[in-house]
């Protein structure tokens, strides 16, 4: 018992700790930004936190006497109504106005589990030492990590209450909050409890009095964090001639907390080579405060599947506690539902839409012997998902017998060899006996029918791992999406057609000027690679594991026309050291000069085409077309490299300040058009800083949409790979044959693109809307 004791006051840590470089690169972002912020999260040092302990004795700061309280009051009628042995605290910290539902819980002669986490792995041994000496017979189990961390563990200690007290949710942007609640759906079981501390607006003279106490706590804690930049991080930054600045913000809801500069100042990070003049009055914001209204928050958690319990607040009503539980498995099944359903009909409509330009020859001919006849890849659409909604609707038999007979007997009367990619390879599918459209647009329809039917019905058992999570109707919509760029492939061939879908775009113009040269210094370290998704995720992408990468320099953006322009000019087409021995030969035998849809005008200046069209060349948007051979060659004649896949993963996935992966680059937002150039809205690359909103943690730009990006990587598989649910999809590719590709196109779908998402292709294929960034090391 002694032992195991021991180990459970033992802190496990989630991930590798790199918060010093961590802390820079937030530094350097939020000083970057306009308006300038520091993030809140490294207010808690150990002189922050021993601050804000002072903070919370003033005689204005209300929230935490107030929460006190009410778990003092409460907390018999809290642990009433909740069913689980286990309490999990999201910022433990001390635990001290935990102890109050401790006791009521250790009040049962039941065994108690206590998980607190938080980022200080020293505050929580301090924690579970003391807890265990006061509650002899509880069992503690401390993780050290962020938040964000800690999501995914949540399910091996459910059932559970999860404990956000504190107010803390007020720190999070709408946005922020959002992502929050989303993470929290994904990590809790149905039936477990959400207790959540939230602070109520009121009137603005008690607010503002809270954050702005007469001791000067409030101010000694905003200052602390430039104090303890200038400890950890080698600024020098005169505390003399900053102040602490807290207001209430009426139209947000919200105290926003600032430091005020009084005089001019250079803020300096030496290791990192970085400086950031701040002029006299300027305020860079430390942290926000949101208020809150009870049936507001309730709405918002309602939003993400999360049932009102009770509501416990003071007399006051200055502060509430919110008991909230996770909504049963059925309705996030009907969520999940309408989504598949959405996605589907979504990639429909846009195939019908694409498609809509064509008619007889342009559909059955085979352009080109590396694509497909556009008819063969519809009729592959519709008999790849006849074979797998076959498949699952035989994991379900019961839900819809009637399905499921018409699904098989669809599947047995399709003549689906002849859309088989493995045994017709694409060199030989414009002689194969093909249906016209019309008999093509019947298939697509009767395997939708079927489709919708086994969605409409289907429990999304888990024994059965093509419809857990509705995984295969997720398959199959990608699929669809996936072979319509690689139609849009083909019509770029046309020679003669002047392609005019009914929605077109005109690509975005840049946001800011990026120049040849600016890059991103990516700090070693660790970072999970990879996901463990599988309801949407491919099975190339899995599992997620740690890499651990030295440092190197990647590209803000990818490589421009202007760039690439410079190398054709200079003579890289003919200098033989700049290209590897396979490239020489490839270059030998296609006697390539240019990207493959250059051309020369009659004054020599350079020109694209582009779906019939012939335009100028755009030299500030990304060069397109080109093969691995020629972006390797290209990026030697810069000095450079091309970055390989985990490489790229990082710099586009990492959030080194939540020590997590994000699933784009931006966060866990669904791609929009503010965010990347997808959905085949533009049918062009955009310009370079088109897209400053969806840059990544470290400022990469552009990383997903506009081109397809080499990587110098062979496509491989990840350590402890599975193939799922057939080996043709990845398995039989990997090697050294075929080189991976990452972060999607302006062809690609929204649905068909994340940050772990791996393409491959031959190097020497140009054919795909495809071109490059370099790194270095």
Same mark, same amino acid.
């Given at each position: 018992?002694?032992?195991?004791?021991?180990?459970?006051?033992?802190?496990?840590?989630?991930?590798?700790?790199?918060?010093?470089?961590?802390?820079?690169?937030?530094?350097?972002?939020?000083?970057?930004?306009?308006?300038?912020?520091?993030?809140?999260?490294?207010?808690?040092?150990?002189?922050?936190?021993?601050?804000?302990?002072?903070?919370?004795?003033?005689?204005?700061?209300?929230?935490?006497?107030?929460?006190?309280?009410?778990?003092?009051?409460?907390?018999?009628?809290?642990?009433?109504?909740?069913?689980?042995?286990?309490?999990?605290?999201?910022?433990?910290?001390?635990?001290?106005?935990?102890?109050?539902?401790?006791?009521?819980?250790?009040?049962?002669?039941?065994?108690?589990?206590?998980?607190?986490?938080?980022?200080?792995?020293?505050?929580?041994?301090?924690?579970?030492?003391?807890?265990?000496?006061?509650?002899?017979?509880?069992?503690?189990?401390?993780?050290?990590?962020?938040?964000?961390?800690?999501?995914?563990?949540?399910?091996?200690?459910?059932?559970?209450?999860?404990?956000?007290?504190?107010?803390?949710?007020?720190?999070?942007?709408?946005?922020?909050?959002?992502?929050?609640?989303?993470?929290?759906?994904?990590?809790?079981?149905?039936?477990?409890?959400?207790?959540?501390?939230?602070?109520?607006?009121?009137?603005?003279?008690?607010?503002?009095?809270?954050?702005?106490?007469?001791?000067?706590?409030?101010?000694?804690?905003?200052?602390?964090?430039?104090?303890?930049?200038?400890?950890?991080?080698?600024?020098?930054?005169?505390?003399?001639?900053?102040?602490?600045?807290?207001?209430?913000?009426?139209?947000?809801?919200?105290?926003?907390?600032?430091?005020?500069?009084?005089?001019?100042?250079?803020?300096?990070?030496?290791?990192?080579?970085?400086?950031?003049?701040?002029?006299?009055?300027?305020?860079?914001?430390?942290?926000?405060?949101?208020?809150?209204?009870?049936?507001?928050?309730?709405?918002?958690?309602?939003?993400?599947?999360?049932?009102?319990?009770?509501?416990?607040?003071?007399?006051?009503?200055?502060?509430?506690?919110?008991?909230?539980?996770?909504?049963?498995?059925?309705?996030?099944?009907?969520?999940?539902?309408?989504?598949?359903?959405?996605?589907?009909?979504?990639?429909?409509?846009?195939?019908?839409?694409?498609?809509?330009?064509?008619?007889?020859?342009?559909?059955?001919?085979?352009?080109?012997?590396?694509?497909?006849?556009?008819?063969?890849?519809?009729?592959?659409?519709?008999?790849?998902?006849?074979?797998?909604?076959?498949?699952?609707?035989?994991?379900?038999?019961?839900?819809?017998?009637?399905?499921?007979?018409?699904?098989?007997?669809?599947?047995?009367?399709?003549?689906?060899?002849?859309?088989?990619?493995?045994?017709?390879?694409?060199?030989?599918?414009?002689?194969?006996?093909?249906?016209?459209?019309?008999?093509?647009?019947?298939?697509?329809?009767?395997?939708?029918?079927?489709?919708?039917?086994?969605?409409?019905?289907?429990?999304?058992?888990?024994?059965?791992?093509?419809?857990?999570?509705?995984?295969?109707?997720?398959?199959? =919509?990608? /699929?669809? #999406? *996936?072979?319509?760029?690689?139609?849009?492939? &083909?019509? $770029?061939?046309?020679?003669?057609? !002047?392609?005019?879908?009914?929605?077109?775009?005109?690509?975005?113009?840049?946001?800011?000027?990026?120049?040849?040269?600016?890059?991103?210094?990516?700090?070693?370290?660790?970072?999970?690679?990879?996901?463990?998704?599988?309801?949407?995720?491919?099975?190339?992408?899995?599992?997620?594991?740690?890499?651990?990468?030295?440092?190197?320099?990647?590209?803000?953006?990818?490589?421009?026309?202007?760039?690439?322009?410079?190398?054709?000019?200079?003579?890289?087409?003919?200098?033989?050291?700049?290209?590897?021995?396979?490239?020489?030969?490839?270059?030998?035998?296609?006697? =390539?000069? /240019?990207? #493959? *849809?250059?051309?020369?005008?009659?004054?020599? &200046?350079? $020109?694209?085409?582009?779906?019939? !069209?012939?335009?100028?060349?755009?030299?500030?948007?990304?060069?397109?077309?080109?093969?691995?051979?020629?972006?390797?060659?290209?990026?030697?004649?810069?000095?450079?490299?091309?970055?390989?896949?985990?490489?790229?993963?990082?710099?586009?996935?990492?959030?080194?300040?939540?020590?997590?992966?994000?699933?784009?680059?931006?966060?866990?937002?669904?791609?929009?058009?503010?965010?990347?150039?997808?959905?085949?809205?533009?049918?062009?690359?955009?310009?370079?800083?088109?897209?400053?909103?969806?840059?990544?943690?470290?400022?990469?730009?552009?990383?997903?949409?506009?081109?397809?990006?080499?990587?110098?990587?062979?496509?491989?598989?990840?350590?402890?790979?599975?193939?799922?649910?057939?080996?043709?999809?990845?398995?039989?590719?990997?090697?050294?044959?075929?080189?991976?590709?990452?972060?999607?196109?302006?062809?690609?779908?929204?649905?068909?693109?994340?940050?772990?998402?791996?393409?491959?292709?031959?190097?020497?294929?140009?054919?795909?809307?495809?071109?490059?960034?370099?790194?270095?090391?």
């Amino acid at each position: 018992m002694r032992s195991e004791a021991r180990s459970a006051e033992q802190p496990r840590t989630l991930q590798p700790d790199l918060a010093r470089e961590g802390f820079a690169r937030s530094v350097i972002r939020g000083l970057s930004d306009r308006p300038r912020w520091l993030s809140c999260r490294y207010l808690y040092d150990r002189e922050g936190s021993e601050i804000f302990e002072r903070i919370t004795e003033t005689p204005e700061y209300y929230p935490t006497r107030t929460e006190d309280g009410i778990l003092r009051r409460e907390a018999a009628r809290i642990h009433s109504l909740c069913g689980a042995d286990t309490l999990v605290e999201l910022g433990a910290g001390s635990a001290t106005k935990t102890r109050h539902l401790l006791r009521a819980w250790s009040a049962r002669d039941r065994t108690v589990r206590y998980v607190p986490i938080d980022i200080s792995r020293a505050m929580l041994a301090e924690t579970s030492r003391t807890l265990r000496r006061e509650f002899p017979a509880l069992s503690v189990h401390p993780l050290a990590g962020s938040y964000e961390q800690a999501l995914p563990s949540l399910c091996e200690f459910s059932p559970l209450t999860l404990l956000f007290l504190g107010s803390s949710v007020g720190n999070l942007n709408a946005t922020e909050l959002d992502e929050f609640f989303t993470a929290l759906a994904g990590s809790l079981a149905a039936g477990d409890e959400l207790l959540l501390g939230i602070d109520l607006v009121k009137d603005t003279r008690t607010l503002e009095a809270a954050y702005n106490d007469a001791a000067g706590w409030s101010s000694a804690f905003t200052l602390n964090l430039l104090a303890r930049m200038n400890r950890e991080l080698g600024t020098d930054i005169d505390m003399d001639r900053v102040e602490h600045v807290a207001s209430w913000n009426q139209e947000k809801s919200r105290i926003d907390i600032f430091a005020r500069f009084l005089a001019p100042a250079t803020v300096e990070l030496p290791e990192w080579g970085r400086e950031f003049r701040i002029e006299a009055g300027e305020r860079v914001m430390v942290e926000i405060s949101r208020k809150f209204r009870a049936p507001e928050m309730i709405q918002v958690a309602a939003a993400h599947g999360f049932d009102h319990v009770e509501t416990f607040a003071d007399d006051s009503n200055l502060f509430a506690l919110l008991l909230l539980r996770r909504r049963a498995a059925g309705d996030a099944r009907e969520a999940n539902r309408r989504r598949l359903q959405r996605e589907l009909e979504e990639q429909r409509l846009h195939t019908l839409d694409r498609i809509a330009p064509l008619h007889g020859e342009q559909l059955a001919r085979q352009h080109c012997p590396i694509l497909s006849p556009v008819i063969w890849d519809l009729g592959h659409i519709a008999s790849y998902e006849t074979e797998w909604i076959a498949r699952a609707a035989c994991a379900e038999p019961a839900v819809d017998p009637a399905a499921t007979e018409q699904a098989a007997q669809a599947a047995a009367a399709s003549d689906s060899s002849l859309y088989d990619p493995i045994r017709h390879p694409r060199s030989v599918r414009g002689s194969l006996p093909l249906a016209d459209i019309d008999a093509c647009a019947k298939m697509l329809a009767a395997t939708r029918d079927i489709s919708r039917r086994l969605l409409d019905r289907t429990q999304f058992p888990d024994h059965a791992e093509l419809l857990r999570a509705g995984y295969v109707f997720s398959m199959v =919509a990608q /699929h669809e #999406a *996936q072979h319509r760029e690689t139609i849009l492939q &083909s019509v $770029q061939l046309l020679p003669s057609l !002047r392609y005019e879908p009914a929605l077109r775009e005109e690509p975005r113009s840049p946001d800011h000027s990026v120049e040849r040269g600016d890059e991103i210094f990516i700090p070693a370290g660790p970072f999970t690679m990879g996901t463990d998704d599988r309801s949407v995720a491919y099975d190339n992408e899995r599992p997620a594991h740690l890499v651990d990468l030295p440092s190197y320099w990647i590209d803000t953006t990818p490589v421009t026309n202007a760039v690439y322009q410079r190398f054709v000019d200079d003579g890289g087409y003919r200098r033989r050291e700049l290209w590897t021995a396979a490239g020489w030969r490839w270059l030998g035998e296609t006697r =390539a000069e /240019h990207p #493959a *849809q250059w051309m020369r005008a009659a004054d020599g &200046s350079w $020109q694209e085409r582009a779906f019939g !069209r012939v335009a100028a060349l755009e030299a500030a948007r990304p060069v397109v077309h080109v093969c691995w051979h020629e972006a390797t060659a290209c990026a030697a004649w810069l000095g450079r490299r091309l970055p390989n896949e985990a490489e790229w993963e990082k710099a586009a996935a990492w959030d080194l300040e939540r020590g997590v992966p994000r699933r784009y680059p931006w966060g866990g937002a669904a791609p929009s058009a503010e965010l990347a150039n997808l959905e085949q809205r533009t049918f062009a690359p955009a310009a370079a800083g088109a897209y400053p909103a969806g840059a990544s943690y470290f400022g990469c730009e552009q990383m997903l949409g506009d081109v397809w990006e080499w990587t110098s990587s062979d496509f491989l598989p990840y350590p402890g790979f599975e193939a799922f649910p057939y080996r043709e999809y990845s398995q039989v590719h990997f090697g050294d044959r075929h080189k991976v590709l990452r972060g999607g196109s302006w062809a690609t779908a929204a649905i068909a693109i994340r940050n772990t998402f791996r393409n491959w292709d031959l190097p020497q294929r140009r054919q795909i809307f495809a071109g490059f960034r370099c790194a270095r090391d």
